[in-house]
């Protein structure tokens, strides 16, 4: 149902995920934990502010990455703190949300690795390119948001 609600063009990837591991490789700062997620057609390695969004082993979320978060404006967004998108669906559904930048795209046959920033919390979504088109279609430094939500319903 969340999907039909809005724009294809701001809906790049959407996927419900399940937490499996939390900082297995060390924790490197106090506040943020390196979660490592994984979906029927995908694995997620985010970063996330644990102050702010505790997460635990086999939390499920949904997460969305869309290049707008207006549902009828599909211009790029500047970067700048607009107050207007706390009125959006897409803003309004969601508990955690990040804006930053996809750096690195990186081809792993038969799969593909997206890698993105959200000032300096990373993100590395890997799966199969046929899921991912939508972002590996973007330009280097093509912003963009991610966004989450806990869920019962995976």
């Given at each position: 149902?969340?999907?039909?609600?809005?724009?294809?063009?701001?809906?790049?990837?959407?996927?419900?995920?399940?937490?499996?591991?939390?900082?297995?490789?060390?924790?490197?700062?106090?506040?943020?934990?390196?979660?490592?997620?994984?979906?029927?057609?995908?694995?997620?390695?985010?970063?996330?502010?644990?102050?702010?969004?505790?997460?635990?082993?086999?939390?499920e979320f949904r997460i969305t990455i869309a290049s707008t978060l207006g549902s009828s404006d599909n211009s790029v967004?500047?970067?700048?703190?607009?107050?207007?998108?706390?009125?959006?669906?897409?803003?309004?559904?969601?508990?955690?949300?990040?804006?930053?930048?996809?750096?690195?795209?990186?081809?792993?046959?038969?799969?593909?690795?997206?890698?993105?920033?959200?000032?300096?919390?990373?993100?590395?979504?890997?799966?199969?390119?046929?899921?991912?088109?939508?972002?590996?279609?973007?330009?280097?430094?093509a912003n963009i948001y991610l966004l989450m939500r806990k869920t019962n319903d995976y």
């Amino acid at each position: 149902f969340f999907l039909k609600r809005m724009s294809k063009a701001t809906l790049l990837f959407q996927e419900y995920f399940r937490v499996k591991d939390i900082d297995k490789d060390g924790k490197a700062f106090d506040k943020v934990s390196r979660l490592f997620c994984e979906a029927d057609e995908a694995k997620i390695t985010l970063d996330i502010n644990m102050d702010i969004y505790p997460a635990r082993l086999n939390d499920e979320f949904r997460i969305t990455i869309a290049s707008t978060l207006g549902s009828s404006d599909n211009s790029v967004e500047s970067g700048e703190f607009n107050p207007q998108i706390e009125d959006t669906p897409l803003f309004q559904e969601n508990e955690y949300i990040m804006f930053g930048r996809v750096f690195k795209t990186k081809p792993e046959p038969p799969n593909v690795s997206i890698y993105a920033s959200f000032g300096g919390l990373l993100m590395k979504l890997f799966g199969d390119p046929a899921n991912l088109k939508e972002l590996v279609a973007l330009d280097s430094n093509a912003n963009i948001y991610l966004l989450m939500r806990k869920t019962n319903d995976y």
